[in-house]
């Protein structure tokens, strides 16, 4: 007589050709999101990398901490289980995958949704301004907002349960009768599918707006950025969208299926700071500048090198142009000269004339060495 198998819980029940795209895909997914928003906040905040008005920079920042958020609270864990074969980390990071979740992934949904509104609104009444402190409380009311589905999931008492169908942690507020609901309609409907419908609309408008109105080099870049953001986001969400709504009617949706829609919310964590590098030309010169560096240099040294020829180069420039920018006086001796040979009428020669004339009027250029230490 045989014993009965005893089943982990906490193993994936998903077959390795499954398991290993699916590991590649999180893997790349989750370096390209930890570097690329890092990168995001790290040169904005120091160096102001990103060439928009300071509410577009702000509502940029917002959407990478949140994708950040989201990337170690959702991506990175179940990168992890993929490579132990089930659930490792244990209860204390299951609840925060399967109750904070709620709050990155509305707070990107609602960020690019305020960015769509402002990008509309400045082509609507392109005078009108709003002020720094404004963006800051709209960030904070985005932010507050995005806490109602972890309030509601908590408030109804539901639990941490790991799925291992799907490789992740989730709230038993589905499984309620009366609260998976309220669930549905006010986290899933209000918060994300609502806002995907007014993304696609908004975009839509701006298009129409853009194409009518000659817009500046700036407004267009604007344009540029917010739409492919939307666009990403758009991809990224709608295949989640729509089996929400098979869900909501009851309909059976093949697990893996609904696997792959799931994770195709990853892409919007990592694409969003490549399509800075795209739309956006002095982020793009920065990255290409930091990877350059990688690429070249050899360490530490090589990077206060290149930092004392930048400020060796700077002063060379600063002297070059202080030195142009004077005029040279002329000496009493060739006032002397000049008195004397107009004196005894000898006209001056064109030799005379030319190298008068380029002595003083041709500005001395700084070196190339000087630029390209500069520039380094």
């Given at each position: 007589m045989t014993s009965p198998t005893t089943i982990d819980p906490l193993a994936l029940s998903l077959p390795t050709y499954h398991v290993i795209p699916l590991w590649i895909y999180c893997f790349f997914i989750t370096i390209l999101s930890f570097v690329g928003n890092s990168t995001v906040?790290?040169?904005?905040?120091?160096?102001?990398?990103?060439?928009?008005?300071?509410?577009?920079?702000?509502?940029?920042?917002?959407?990478?901490?949140?994708?950040?958020?989201?990337?170690?609270?959702?991506?990175?864990?179940?990168?992890?289980?993929?490579?132990?074969?089930?659930?490792?980390?244990?209860?204390?990071?299951?609840?925060?995958?399967?109750?904070?979740?709620?709050?990155?992934?509305?707070?990107?949904?609602?960020?690019v949704l305020t960015i769509t509104l402002y990008r509309l609104k400045i082509l609507i009444s392109p005078f009108s301004q709003i002020s720094l402190t404004s963006g800051r409380v709209l960030v904070g009311l985005v932010w507050l907002t995005s806490l109602l589905g972890t309030i509601l999931s908590l408030s109804y008492g539901s639990a941490s349960k790991f799925s291992p169908t799907a490789a992740r942690c989730n709230s038993t507020i589905y499984r309620d009768p009366a609260g998976g609901l309220v669930f549905l309609v006010v986290a899933t409907g209000l918060l994300i599918i609502l806002p995907v419908f007014s993304i696609t609309l908004g975009n839509i408008f701006i298009g129409v707006i853009a194409l009518n109105r000659s817009t500046s080099a700036s407004r267009t870049k604007g344009i540029a950025t917010v739409s492919a953001l939307s666009g990403l986001f758009i991809v990224s969400w709608t295949p989640l969208v729509i089996f929400t709504f098979f869900r909501i009617r009851r309909m059976a949706v093949p697990s893996f299926l609904d696997l792959l829609a799931f994770h195709c919310i990853f892409l919007n964590t990592a694409g969003n700071p490549v399509l800075y590098t795209m739309t956006n030309r002095r982020f793009g010169e920065y990255v290409r500048g930091c990877a350059a560096r990688l690429l070249c240099c050899r360490g530490s040294r090589r990077s206060q090198a290149g930092e004392s020829r930048r400020r060796i180069g700077l002063k060379l420039t600063i002297a070059a142009s202080s030195t142009t920018s004077a005029p040279t006086a002329p000496s009493s001796t060739a006032f002397a000269a000049a008195s004397s040979t107009t004196s005894a009428h000898t006209a001056p020669s064109s030799t005379a004339f030319a190298a008068a004339s380029s002595t003083t009027s041709a500005p001395t250029a700084p070196s190339s060495t000087a630029l390209a230490a500069a520039s380094c």
């Open positions: 906040l790290y040169s904005s905040l120091r160096y102001d990398s990103i060439k928009l008005d300071r509410i577009s920079v702000l509502l940029v920042r917002n959407l990478a901490a949140a994708d950040l958020i989201y990337t170690g609270l959702v991506v990175f864990p179940i990168l992890v289980t993929y490579s132990a074969g089930g659930w490792v980390l244990g209860d204390g990071w299951c609840w925060a995958m399967s109750q904070l979740t709620f709050i990155p992934g509305t707070v990107n949904t609602l960020t």
